[in-house]
């Protein structure tokens, strides 16, 4: 044996001991914390002047149910236990200032306008029923009140346009259980092992097939998670047009293909063995193939995005400051989120930017699925605005929102966590070059971006409604559809409407329509509408007469009126169109903002239908308008229980106006046709389903005003790029070597409509 051999293996195990000291020193020291930078410092102006746009306060709402019920003269039943024939408060929600009023307010130091609110009113307890709405002011301290439904509808709104309350569902659910079941208790028993806990229901609209009616099909589902997908095959017809509950009735009983006068029809056709029964398998209470727990276990944790000098955005009551972007946001009841005074570099771009409504229109064989068009803002897209779970709705460190709202309530509610605003590196360039020719240079500007999001959860869809700021001047406007799909009982000639989903279970083919308000003041209030294309030529090359060459030239057009601006929904529409200002570039050229719309949609209802002109707006992919405070949306929440007489028709606001020089409105169309599959399957994903709009400055300024932008990176071949004075990224190590401090997780969704 080497005698020196214990000595090398006695130094070898000294560096080894050494070496892994140092590892276990480096790792037991904690990298310090990130810190945030200095806030962005705002305006003390701009905060309190976007106040003006605000929602309601909790105290506010309370003050006008308080004035409401002393001043009116009539008992008010809290909405939540109203029967239909009672009077109660539907909703209370903020009433937007006239344009003209906010904007001598923000830039002619004008008083401030009046803060007032709208309250919806149904008064079912009166010999003339009917849904009156109030403006009642000023707020805090409200002294008046005025009826302003006929200035806005041109009449009174029948009770029976009325959007259905929670309460109505109730009580229909009663009926359902205690008199239509209560008529055929051996089929239920012996089809269905029905115990009046294993069923959930889904209902349809529009309520019939003409103005008065208030008729509703009702589709029975196994009551396990992710019902939507279970359908049994009953489905039971119900007229509750009486104001009086005990009137109501069974009109039609369908099941498995088959259509019964009522329940008690069903059922003796059951005993005698005349019905042909399809027993569905029972599910477990999760839902087996409709559940969403996860089927893999957890493994290595997904990238978390994290900011590592703190948010370089601010959020006051309801005004955001990003780089050169400024705006008020706020949450309407029935349409969801809204923007207003969006400012590029301090100059408005756009007055106001919101949702109108959200429509689906339905196919299948059987009654439910072939006759549902959903209007989801009778519902309200603000009112089922989805609690949000940080690190999967939105990043874990994004800001988290509060919202307040009241409907169907003498009390306000809060939504917790109901709206979340972040910066986003989007993980891709927003412009680069790499330059090997002549000069040696790299150039380039990531692409971060600011979102504000918000998602409304209503029925068995999920909305996720986002609004995007990019450093360049542009703004977006998307909605991305998830969810669980529709579905019907697949019976007959069923795979003519959809794909097959699971034994039983029926995708129905649908439509989805997105349509937005977008009130653009590009350089003023005072725009026109100009559409840049293309066009080949053919022309000889000069230089070789001999020789012909096809080249694109430009088209220029200005539309002058309200129905040269009204372009189809499948119609081809100029590539480049865009709210021209009455002022110039530095290179000559109108300043503009230019619309871009993404859209897959399916086809529209045809024209023929009695009920087209109640979703009018869905006939063009974009309309631009005069702007009028008495056409202030496309829609209205009576539309869908009276799609027959619309009390809001948006294609009358179409006619043949001239739109040169005047305040206009873009109406934008955006939709996509959903034709279900086994990878909707437990519920349908974002990708691929996502429709919306860019607005883009189009020689609005004379250069990019990213270049601008803090986060550029330029080096060239002759210089250090390791060095942080030329290359941020450099500094990455030492000025992002930081841990996020991440709050512990929270949420508040399953208790978040508590009453404050």
């Not at 229909?172 to 092992?193: N, Q, R, Y």
Request: hydrophobic letters at 35%.
């Amino acid at each position: 044996m080497n005698p020196k051999l214990p000595y090398i293996l006695l130094a070898g195990a000294a560096v080894i001991i050494f070496i892994l000291s140092c590892m276990l020193l480096s790792r037991g020291r904690r990298l310090p914390s990130c810190e945030s930078q200095p806030s962005v410092v705002e305006k003390t102006g701009s905060m309190s002047q976007s106040l003006v746009f605000a929602d309601l306060t909790p105290e506010e709402m309370s003050q006008v149910v308080r004035y409401l019920q002393a001043k009116l003269g009539v008992p008010l039943v809290e909405a939540s236990r109203a029967k239909p024939s009672d009077n109660c408060i539907a909703s209370v929600d903020l009433q937007v200032p006239a344009k003209a009023e906010v904007l001598r307010f923000l830039d002619g130091g004008g008083a401030r306008p009046a803060r007032e609110a709208l309250a919806v009113l149904y008064f079912g307890n009166q010999a003339d029923p009917n849904v009156t709405e109030y403006v009642v002011g000023p707020l805090p301290t409200p002294v008046y009140h005025r009826d302003v439904t006929v200035q806005k509808y041109g009449g009174k709104v029948p009770y029976h346009r009325r959007p259905m309350l929670g309460s109505e569902y109730k009580q229909l659910g009663v009926f359902l259980e205690t008199v239509a079941f209560a008529a055929a208790p051996t089929f239920l028993k012996e089809v269905f092992e029905y115990d009046r806990t294993n069923v959930a229901f889904q209902t349809t609209v529009p309520h019939g097939f003409q103005s008065g009616d208030r008729v509703t099909w009702f589709v029975l589902f196994q009551n396990v998670s992710g019902f939507f997908v279970h359908p049994v095959g009953l489905e039971v017809l119900v007229d509750h047009s009486s104001l009086d509950i005990s009137q109501w009735a069974v009109s039609r009983v369908f099941y498995n293909g088959q259509y019964y006068k009522d329940m008690v029809q069903l059922e003796s056709a059951y005993v005698q063995g005349r019905i042909s029964v399809e027993k569905v398998r029972k599910a477990p209470w999760d839902g087996d193939f409709s559940s969403m727990k996860p089927r893999a276990p957890a493994a290595a944790l997904f990238p978390v995005q994290y900011e590592p000098q703190g948010p370089r955005y601010s959020v006051r009551n309801n005004h955001v400051l990003f780089q050169a972007w400024s705006f008020a946001f706020g949450m309407s009841v029935s349409t969801g989120l809204r923007l207003f005074d969006i400012r590029h570099k301090g100059e408005r771009v756009a007055y106001e930017i919101s949702v109108q409504e959200a429509l689906s229109v339905y196919g299948s064989n059987c009654p439910a699925g072939m006759s549902t068009r959903y209007m989801d803002g009778s519902f309200g897209l603000g009112r089922y605005t989805s609690p949000l779970v940080r690190g999967v709705d939105c990043p874990y460190l994004a800001t988290y929102v509060d919202t307040h709202s009241l409907s169907e309530s003498l009390r306000p509610r809060k939504g917790k966590a109901s709206l979340c605003i972040f910066e986003q590196n989007l993980g891709s360039p927003l412009r680069r070059h790499y330059s090997n020719l002549q000069s040696l240079y790299y150039g380039g500007l990531v692409n971060s971006a600011l979102v504000v999001r918000s998602i409304a959860t209503v029925g068995n869809y999920d909305y996720v409604w986002d609004f995007i700021f990019y450093q360049n001047g542009a703004m977006e406007g998307k909605v991305q559809a998830t969810g669980y799909p529709s579905s019907s009982f697949l019976h007959g000639d069923g795979l003519r409407y959809g794909n097959r989903l699971w034994e039983h279970t029926l995708g129905t083919i649908h439509t989805h329509f997105v349509n937005y308000k977008v009130d653009l003041d590009v350089g003023g209030v005072k725009n026109s509408l100009v559409a840049h294309d293309m066009a080949f030529e053919m022309t000889r090359a000069p230089w070789s007469p001999e020789q012909q060459i096809e080249r694109p030239r430009l088209t220029k057009k200005v539309l002058d009126t309200e129905d040269q601006a009204a372009f189809r929904l499948q119609s081809k529409m100029p590539r480049y169109i865009y709210f021209a200002a009455n002022s110039k570039n530095k290179w000559g050229h109108q300043r503009g903002y230019r619309i871009q719309i993404t859209s897959f949609a399916g086809d529209h209802i045809p024209e023929a239908s009695s009920m087209e002109r109640a979703i009018s707006w869905a006939r063009y992919q974009l309309a631009v308008t005069q702007r009028k405070e008495e056409e202030p949306t496309s829609t209205s929440i009576y539309n869908q229980n009276d799609p027959w007489s619309p009390t809001v028709t948006f294609a009358d606001f179409i006619n043949n106006e001239t739109i040169t020089n005047e305040d206009l409105v873009a109406w934008i169309t955006a939709g996509f046709l959903h034709i279900p599959h086994s990878e909707d399957i437990p519920n349908t994903v974002t990708v691929g389903n996502s429709v919306g709009f860019l607005l883009r400055p189009y020689n609005y300024y004379d250069l990019d005003p990213s270049i601008y932008s803090h986060d550029g990176v330029f080096f060239t071949s002759q210089q250090d790029f390791t060095a942080c004075e030329t290359n941020p990224l450099a500094c990455l190590p030492k000025t992002a070597s930081c841990l996020p401090n991440f709050p512990p997780f929270t949420y508040d969704g399953f208790r978040n409509m508590s009453r404050l």
